[in-house]
């Protein structure tokens, strides 16, 4: 059975730091692309960066590029989010999700963690 | 970017309804998009990839039709299980793009 779990969300002051990591098991994650997509409160799903399944292409969206770092340890099955000069509108909660078919490009997100809320505020 | 514009944003029926919700994008996307369904507190759950490919384990009565920029997903007849906030998103394009949700409540 595919599993995702998030870990790392939290409180934390504007300026701050946090790392997100997602625990994948029940598939061989190094063969599949992953992707970080958030959802501040009350609102809709952002996609805010994605990593191949080895490192060949990492991508990020414009809110985030040079704050926020994606990587993976393929040896332990890992995923991770580390988030700088955190901002007040990166309030959300964060889900790690899987590509449908391996070695493809982000495309299509058939499982998903629970998420990890990470709270931006002084 | 491409932008994706869903309608309704909210969406009232009964039990056993036919249910249809747009996605339009602002760009030719050929067919390289996907329905989610979403309920509360929950993660987001793939329907449909594709446009128009019923993901595994999804019940028949969820389908999607469409391609380059108008896009439709339907429910056949609604189930109270089916109560949910509903995403399309493209994958044509960097940075990959969500509709902003057409929540479906029950009348």
């Known amino acids: 059975e595919v599993q995702l779990v998030e870990s790392g969300g939290g409180l934390v002051k504007p300026g701050g730091s946090l790392r997100l990591s997602c625990a994948a098991s029940?598939?061989?994650?190094?063969?599949?692309?992953m992707t970080w997509v958030r959802q501040a409160p009350g609102k809709g799903l952002e996609w805010v960066s994605s990593?191949?399944?080895?490192?060949?292409?990492?991508y990020y969206a414009d809110s985030v590029k040079g704050r926020f770092t994606i990587s993976r340890d393929n040896a332990k099955n890992s995923l991770y989010l580390q988030m700088n000069s955190l901002r007040a509108e990166d309030t959300a909660v964060y889900f790690c999700?899987?590509?449908?078919?391996?070695?493809?490009?982000?495309?299509?997100?058939?499982?998903w963690g629970q998420g990890t809320l990470v709270t931006v505020s002084s | 970017d491409i932008q994706m514009t869903q309608s309704p944003s909210s969406l009232s029926a009964s039990v056993g309804d036919r249910v249809t919700i747009t996605c339009q994008a602002s760009?030719?996307?050929?067919?390289?998009l996907n329905w989610y369904q979403q309920k509360p507190g929950k993660a987001p759950n793939l329907l449909i990839y594709?446009?128009?490919n019923l993901e595994t384990g999804v019940p028949s009565r969820f389908s999607g039709s469409g391609s380059g920029t108008d896009f439709t997903f339907t429910i056949s007849s609604l189930q109270p299980e089916d109560i949910a906030t509903y995403y399309c998103?493209?994958?044509?394009?960097?940075?990959?793009?969500f509709g902003q949700g057409t929540k479906l409540e029950i009348k």
């Open positions: 999700a899987r590509d449908r078919a391996a070695f493809s490009a982000a495309k299509t997100f058939d499982y």
């Open positions: 029940g598939f061989t994650f190094s063969s599949y692309s």
């Open positions: 990593i191949s399944s080895t490192y060949s292409y990492i």
């Open positions: 760009h030719d996307i050929s067919n390289y």
């Open positions: 594709d446009a128009s």
């Open positions: 998103q493209q994958y044509d394009n960097l940075p990959r793009s």
